[in-house]
Each structure stands twice: as structure tokens, then as C-alpha cells.
């Protein structure tokens, strides 16, 4: 108790912030960008431009199925990679590759070409997911793990959403500066050529997001894994304890699966309000699950990691049962937004969990495998979704979200060593 009190003095009298440092900083300029360009601008665009170019529904519907299958495939080889040539090198090559694939995909109409062009982005999403979060625990000292991952959370969350509206902007932007000046909407024909340039945008910030891990050079050391002993050492992992405390992340697949790709559908069907409407309701929760996880140190302080992991998600659960009896639009929201934005407070607190749970010689393998879980449960719920609509109603389906939710925290509980 007194050294951590003379630690909080410390950090008081110093001026820092637990979990922030100029590393981190640098870290969180780069996730910024990151997201702004990928998650945000191109995710939002890509739909527009392949209808811009002719592409029916069911077409588009496979291509945005491909990155979901190389993440898969790319999941458990990539923690073998990034033990050979670093973690910090990876964040570098697998940005610079999703660069090359945002502006692929906006630079032809070609199926085969846009096909292979989401293949590639999927697989260096995935190899920069895994990557991340071994790396961002050599930033900062153990103890500062929890708020620098809800920090990094909050970054992430707030530049998908500025990204989303840099992404609405952008084309009207560009057809103007393309001199079409004075027009309010697209018309047909300028669509195509106004998406491909914001989209190119997108590509450029991508390859900007590269700076900050570049100044990163005190961290490369770290950033590589210490027992890079490579095939032996993934031969010799003890694949039981990482199945067993990766299992969380499974279900955790399931229940986004379940919700994310279809919030704007349940909103709409089951009370009726217009496109826009729904996309101000999601946007909103995309605010609470930035927010919610700064929160997470506090939590942790009182009941450990894996103890507020298992309290939180029963009060998510909470939430979801709230939203699938709400009958009202305005309670429907305030269910929501807490339902999703508790069920957030998830990765920031699992993963230095699993960090600090092994070895850092198989802090890659785990990410990998965590990676893998996650798109597993992901792919199943949604691959069920439509058959399990048809079968029992949204209602129910937010009642089986919530059973995941509560089958999530107590996975967590029985699983996770407590710290």
C-alpha cells in the first residue's frame, strides 16, 4: 500500500499521467490516424463505391466477406512472423500493406483485382491487430497497462467517428475540387471518380499513420519478443493455457457478431426510424465505448482485472435484456448505449490481462490466437443471424446476446488468473 502510494505521489509530483507517456504518445498518433483513414473514411466509403461502379448487393456482400476469411487464415502463422522480424517492423509493413490495399481497391473496376485487394486488406488488418497489443505492453510499466489500453480505446473510438464524417464530407469535397463547384449532391457520374479520390485520401493518412512507429526507435527493442526462438519455441507453447484463457474471446466474437452488423436493422424494424436517425443512434454508441473503458482503472483497483471483467459484463447483460423488452424509442437508446458501451469496457481490460498472464515469449502467439477465437465466434453468429431472425425475432436474439454477454464474464471468471 505505501509503495503505491509513493508511486501516485511520484506520478503527482512529476506531472505524468498514469499510462501516458511520450511513447504511448506517439503510439496514440499513430492509432489516431490509423483509424481515422481505415475505419472511419475508407469502411464508410467502400459500399458507396462499389454501388458507384455497378456492383449489386449479393457481390458486395462476398467482398466484404474476404477480409473477414485471410484475418482468419492469417491469424495463428502471423505470431510466428512477428517473433522473426518484430513487432514494430510488422506495425510498419502491415500498415503500409492495408495502404496499398485501400488504393487498390479504389484505382480499378475489376472484380478479380478488388477481390484480391480485400483478401490483402484483411490479412494486414489482422496481422496489425495481433502485433499491437504485445507491442503497447512494452510502452509502460505493468501497473499502467489497464489505462493505457483505455486511453488507446477512447483514441480509437472518438477517430472512427471523426472519421465517419471526414468520410461523408470527403467526396462532395472532391467533386468540388475537381471543379464541380457549387454542386450540393453527387450526381451519377461524378460518384465513381469523387469516391476514388477520397478514398486514396484514406490510403495517403494510412501510410502517415506510419510516422509516429517510426520515431517509436527506443521501443523497437522491446517491441520484439524476447524468446524469438522460432518454430521450437511454437512447437513448445503451451497451447492449453492459451486455448483456455484465449476461450473469452470466442464469445466475446459471438455477441458482436450477433449485434454490430445489424444494429442499424433492429433499430429500424423495431421502432421505425429513419436511416439518419438510426446513424446518430449508432454514432452515439460509438461514443459511450470510448468513454465507458476510462473507467476500467478504477474498476480494476477494487476488484482485479478478471473480477471486474465478470462484473461488468452481468451488467451488460443487464442492459441487452433492458433493450430486448424496451418498447419505447428513448429507453431502447439508453439500453443500448449502456448495454454496448459496459460490454466495451471488455478489450482494454483482457488484453494486458492475457499479456500479463503468460510468458512474453507468447504474448504473439496468444494475440494470434486470440485473433482466431475472436473471428471464429465473429463468423458464426453472423453467418446464424439471418436464419435465427426468421427463427425467434430480434427481441429474442438480444435476450441470446445477453445469455453470450453473461457466458463471456464467466468464462473470464474461471479461466483468467487473477490480477
Known amino acids: ?49 462499389l454501388v458507384s461502379i455497378g456492383y449489386d448487393t449479393g457481390t458486395i456482400s462476398l467482398l466484404q466477406s474476404l477480409p ?37 481497391t479504389a484505382l480499378t473496376q475489376h472484380l478479380a483485382i478488388i477481390a484480391a485487394s480485400r483478401f490483402l486488406w484483411g490479412a494486414c488488418f489482422g496481422a496489425n ?11 509502460t510499466d505493468r501497473s499502467e497497462h489497464t489505462a493505457q489500453f483505455s486511453y488507446h480505446n477512447l483514441v480509437a473510438m472518438l477517430a472512427v467517428a471523426l472519421g465517419s464524417a471526414l468520410g461523408g464530407a470527403l467526396p462532395l469535397f472532391a467533386s468540388q475540387t475537381l ?45 520484439k519478443n524476447a524468446g524469438s526462438a522460432g518454430y521450437r519455441m511454437w512447437r513448445n507453447a503451451p497451447w492449453r493455457s492459451l486455448l483456455r ?18 444494429f442499424n436493422l433492429i433499430f429500424r424494424e423495431l421502432f421505425g426510424i429513419a436511416d439518419s436517425a438510426v446513424g446518430s443512434v449508432i454514432g452515439l454508441g460509438w461514443l459511450v465505448m470510448g468513454l465507458m473503458p476510462l473507467f476500467n482503472p478504477a474498476w480494476e483497483a477494487r476488484l482485479g482485472r478478471a473480477g471486474a471483467l465478470t462484473a461488468l ?15 419505447g424509442l428513448a429507453i431502447a437508446i439508453i439500453f443500448y448505449v449502456l448495454a454496448i458501451g459496459i460490454r466495451n469496457t471488455m478489450q482494454p481490460l483482457f488484453q494486458p490481462l492475457l499479456m500479463d498472464s503468460l510468458d512474453a515469449a507468447y504474448h504473439n502467439i496468444a494475440s494470434s490466437l486470440g485473433l482466431v477465437m475472436w473471428n471464429i465466434g465473429w463468423f458464426i453468429s453472423t453467418f446464424s443471424f439471418g436464419a435465427l431472425q426468421l427463427a425467434i425475432g430480434y427481441r429474442n436474439i438480444m ?5 453470450f454477454v453473461v457466458l463471456n464474464g464467466f468464462t473470464i471468471h474461471i479461466t483468467a488468473k487473477r490480477r
Open 1 to 49: 500500500m505505501k509503495s503505491g502510494f509513493s508511486r501516485r505521489k511520484r506520478a503527482l509530483h512529476s506531472g505524468s499521467v498514469p499510462g501516458l507517456n511520450g511513447r504511448v504518445l506517439l503510439f496514440l498518433c499513430h492509432s489516431l490516424l490509423f483509424h481515422i483513414a481505415l475505419l472511419g473514411i475508407a469502411d464508410i466509403l467502400l459500399n458507396f463505391y
Open 68 to 104: 473477414r476469411l485471410s484475418g482468419f487464415l492469417i491469424g495463428l502463422p502471423i505470431g510466428l512472423i512477428a517473433n522473426r522480424v518484430g513487432n514494430r517492423r510488422l506495425i510498419l509493413l502491415s500498415t503500409a500493406g492495408l495502404a496499398l490495399a485501400v488504393a487498390a
Open 129 to 139: 491487430q495481433v502485433v499491437k497489443p504485445p507491442f503497447m505492453v512494452t510502452l
Open 179 to 223: 471543379g464541380i463547384v457549387g454542386t450540393v449532391y453527387l450526381r451519377p457520374e461524378e460518384m465513381p471518380l469523387a469516391y476514388r479520390v477520397s478514398i486514396m485520401c484514406a490510403a495517403l493518412l494510412l501510410l502517415l499513420s506510419n510516422l509516429p512507429i517510426l520515431a517509436l526507435r527506443s521501443a523497437s527493442a522491446k517491441g
Open 245 to 262: 484463457l484465449t476461450f473469452p474471446l470466442f464469445v466475446f466474437g459471438i455477441s458482436g457478431g450477433l449485434t454490430f452488423p445489424f
Open 313 to 327: 459484463m452481468l451488467v451488460s447483460a443487464a442492459a441487452f435484456v433492458g433493450l430486448s423488452q424496451a418498447r
Open 399 to 403: 435476450l441470446a446476446v445477453a445469455f
